[in-house]
């Protein structure tokens, strides 16, 4: 130290020093070295500069006599997507380039918490990276897993590969949960001089491997409730099933009409009917008619504070668990046949060539005279005979006048194929069958769009709030990739505008269809869009090319639905819209939507690793589906389900993984392995807990 040593500038020298290698934890007497400090009071300037560095906020403390230098006024906040690995990326909230977030950097935050960073020096590579300073939000407390009891003691070690950490259990937080249990556990607190967190058992889920088990474990590993609280079934209970004769006083009666219902066979919750009528001129009024959820569910009630929490029914390959309780979802509020019920309908005046005249919105009272399933509307419109023929044929025929429409404005026909279970009574899958969608789905689902827009239409040309249903333009990175890797299959996608795009879209779509690499090009095509979400504010929805759009024709199963209905009640009845914190609410609705559709995914992925349990040591010929770092991902042609080759297994060479272009490449013999090639593989491993599926490549 000179005479010319001041504070100030032995500050600047430390944090110019910490900078330097700024993910790094330094201590007092490793900085007095660097500085070439060696005497006990040069080191006392040292320490007393470090605290004066902590004040301002240019550095922090890591630890117990440990810092690591802060980019002061560089803070981002976000979500965090932790992988398997450990590591992870915040996802900022402005939007902007994912941030990278090494292990020894999250601070005890965990996947999808809401944090605050510091960001580090730009790397060499020109991509950011950051610590973690402050968990703003967390995503989750509860986490599922495998009791592990040691003496004394016991972990949960959780399912979810994204929690990179074990939840240490003392004994007397067991609840009764055996060795190899699987449980449910709480995070009650992480005391900051230990690498766990400590928590409790909140519920035993029972032997991993058994289906009821693993079912429960997906519903709860994804932050959903496995039953309603008792004062919820207590208000459902209350309500009588039979509607009051002076609420119906108040509705338009459509129950002299022909009206009917049509849904999967089996159905148990009827969102929407159809009533059908023949007007003068060669025109029909024809009626969407959705059950009035909103009577029923009162805003601020235990019923709607649980359906706003849950925010969506979740439909599992065994099961629903249903956002409202089975009196109200299967019961009061489903439209069955042969019932009287209470619906909020929309309802067109329309002529054969599909022209609407006059619409009108409002409270109805219904009377379904039938309950379709999919199976026999469709041996009606084949047949052109059956019971209701007139009239779903006419609804057919206008519905093919719409969809065309749609098509011809730049929507996209997505037509995935969706594999469903053959299950016995035990809920173990005997087979495996994809769903076709025909004319009779397509018939309800173009009646519902419609409705869904002209609600939209409605709300948002009056300048009311509206919870809309949007999707933006397609992420152009991705469409790019995905032309690449459908180019190895010859179909070309070259758009030079938006409507192209859509247009090429469809081709390919129909092109592929019944080819075996339909699933996987179709699954990528989806990929390329971007996500549809809610949202207060006006914007298009690119999918279906139309420039309003909601959802409205679901409030037994949505809960944006619910909130669509009370708004459409509010600006019809001229009152005042009292909704608060609507955009919140709709951010809600979009990530608990996500959750649910992770589950559902869950749920089949643990049915193919139980179904191909039974062919272990059988060949069947695959599609490559994804290739990364540790493996290539293969989806069998003949049933769909999707396992993978490690690497490592790969004996022949030493595989190198080339991200940019969807393949591994062996370092000597250069054979590759790339997106969409056909293979063989043979099943030698499946793993019920971990849901995994390991092949060995069969040359």
């Known amino acids: 130290m000179t005479k010319k040593t001041t504070p100030q500038n032995l500050q600047q020298a430390i944090c110019d020093l910490m900078m330097e290698q700024a993910s790094k934890e330094w201590n007092a007497k490793q900085i007095a070295s660097r500085l070439g400090f060696r005497s006990d009071e040069q080191r006392k300037l040292i320490e007393n500069a470090l605290n004066k560095l902590l004040g301002t906020g240019k550095l922090r403390s890591s630890g117990p006599g440990k810092f690591k230098a802060v980019i002061f006024d560089r803070f981002v906040e976000g979500i965090l997507d932790v992988n398997a690995h450990g590591s992870a990326y915040l996802i900022p909230d402005g939007g902007g380039n994912d941030i990278y977030i090494g292990p020894n950097d999250l601070n005890r935050a965990l996947h999808k918490d809401r944090v605050k960073i510091c960001l580090f020096a730009q790397r060499k590579d020109g991509k950011n990276s950051g610590e973690v300073i402050e968990i703003l939000e967390r995503a989750r407390t509860e986490f599922v897993g495998i009791v592990e009891r040691k003496a004394g003691f016991a972990f949960l070690v959780p399912d979810d590969r994204r929690m990179h950490v074990d939840i ?8 009764k949960a055996g060795h190899g249990m699987k449980a449910i556990a709480r995070i009650t607190d992480w005391p900051v001089d230990f690498n766990n967190p400590f928590g409790e058992i909140t519920e035993v889920l029972g032997k991993p491997g058994i ?27 209350k309500i009588t099933y039979t509607p009051p004769a002076e609420e119906i006083k108040k509705r338009r009666d459509f129950r002299a009409v022909p009206t009917f219902t049509i849904d999967p066979e089996d159905a148990k919750d009827f969102d929407d009917a159809i009533s059908f009528q023949v007007l003068s001129d060669n025109r029909f009024e024809i009626g969407v008619h959705i059950a009035d959820v909103s009577h029923y569910v009162k805003p601020g009630s235990p019923l709607d504070k649980e359906a706003y929490d849950r925010g969506t029914s979740i439909y599992l390959v065994d099961r629903v668990v249903p956002m409202l309780p089975e009196k109200l979802s299967n019961g009061v509020c489903s439209l069955r046949a042969n019932e009287d019920k209470l619906c909020f309908a929309a309802v067109f005046e329309m002529d054969e060539k599909g022209h609407i005249h006059k619409e009108w919105f409002g409270k109805t009272v219904i009377h379904s005279n039938r309950r379709f399933a999919y199976e026999e ?49 035990q809920g173990n899958p005997l087979g495996v069958y994809t769903k076709i969608r025909k004319e009779a789905h397509k018939l309800i689902e173009d009646f519902m769009l419609l409705a869904n827009k002209k609600v939209a ?53 129909q092109e592929v269809e019944g080819k075996p690499e339909q699933n996987l090009l179709q699954q990528m095509a989806i990929r390329t869009m971007a996500k549809a979400y809610y949202t207060t504010k006006k914007t ?57 559709a992770e589950a559902e995914r869950a749920s089949i992925k643990y049915k193919q690793v139980e179904y191909l349990n039974q062919f272990l040591g059988k060949v069947f010929e695959g599609i490559i589906s994804g290739v990364t770092e540790w493996g290539i991902y293969v989806e069998i042609i003949e049933n769909k389900c999707e396992g993978m080759i490690r690497l490592g297994s790969l004996q022949d060479d030493f595989y190198e993984y080339d991200e940019a272009n969807y393949r591994v490449i062996g370092r000597k013999k250069k054979i590759i392995h790339q997106l969409g090639d056909k293979l063989k593989v043979k099943v030698i491993k499946t793993d019920l807990v971990k849901r995994t599926i390991d092949f060995q490549l069969i040359k």
């Open 168 to 175: 240490y259990i003392p004994n007397d937080k067991l609840n």
């Open 211 to 237: 289906n009821e088990v693993e079912m429960n474990a997906i519903i709860a590993e994804y932050g959903f409730p496995l039953s309603f609280p008792k004062e919820v079934e207590a208000q459902a209970e």
């Open 377 to 425: 509307v469709q041996q009606v419109i084949e047949s052109q005979s059956g019971p209701f023929a007139y009239e779903l044929l006419q609804l057919n025929a206008l519905a093919k006048i719409m969809r065309n429409e749609r098509f011809k404005n730049g929507a996209i026909s997505f037509e995935t194929e969706e594999v469903k279970f053959k299950l016995d009574e």
């Open 457 to 509: 239409e409605l709300l948002g040309k009056n300048k009311k709030n509206c919870v809309y249903r949007v999707h933006e333009l397609p992420n152009i990175d991705k469409l790019t990739q995905f032309s690449t890797i459908a180019a190895r299959f010859g179909y070309r996608i070259n758009a030079q505008s938006e409507k192209q795009i859509s247009k090429l879209l469809n081709n390919l779509l």
């Open 540 to 596: 298009s929805h690119y999918g279906l090319a139309f420039d309003y759009y909601t959802h409205f024709t679901s409030p037994i199963r949505r809960y944006p639905d619910l909130m669509t209905h009370r708004l459409l009640e509010h600006f019809l009845e001229k009152e005042t819209d009292k909704t608060s914190d609507l955009e919140n609410k709709c951010k809600h609705s979009s990530e608990r939507e996500q959750r649910a």
